[in-house]
């Protein structure tokens, strides 16, 4: 069986007016589908492109000097009184976890390529 895929990246521009946020927010789509039959393989749609993943990790789930928070669920002091929160209790639980920690991951494994790119051959 032979394929014949064809691909496109679009920006479209929506107009979600609440009473604090009144601006159009851009949404980038990449869809990938059968040329000939139209089936669709892949579509992914980006919805906050401003999101700073590695901030908004930092702001979330840390105290603002590395001490992780917001990740449990209850009181640890008592016995069986805390366990780790569910997705939705979480504060992201509104982002797909797994892509955005892999985000949060690769944006600090670019960080670490150009920084050793910037960094002097020899000490």
Not at 18 to 34: G, P, S, V
Not at 55 to 78: C, K, M
Request: hydrophobic share 35%; glycine share 4%; proline share 6%.
């Amino acid at each position: 069986m032979k394929h014949c895929s064809s691909h496109d990246d679009m920006v479209l521009t929506v107009n979600w007016e609440t009473a604090t946020d009144q601006r159009n927010t851009q949404l980038n789509c990449a869809i990938t589908a059968d040329a000939k039959s139209g089936y669709v393989y892949r579509m992914d749609v980006d919805f906050d492109p401003r999101v700073k993943t590695l901030n908004f990790f930092n702001n979330t789930y840390t105290d603002g000097e590395g001490t992780p928070e917001n990740l449990l669920q209850g009181d640890p002091v008592r016995k069986f009184g805390s366990a780790p929160k569910f997705f939705w209790q979480r504060p992201t639980g509104r982002s797909h976890e797994p892509q955005f920690f892999a985000a949060c991951f690769n944006e600090l494994d670019a960080f670490r390529l150009r920084a050793r790119r910037r960094m002097p051959k020899k000490l």
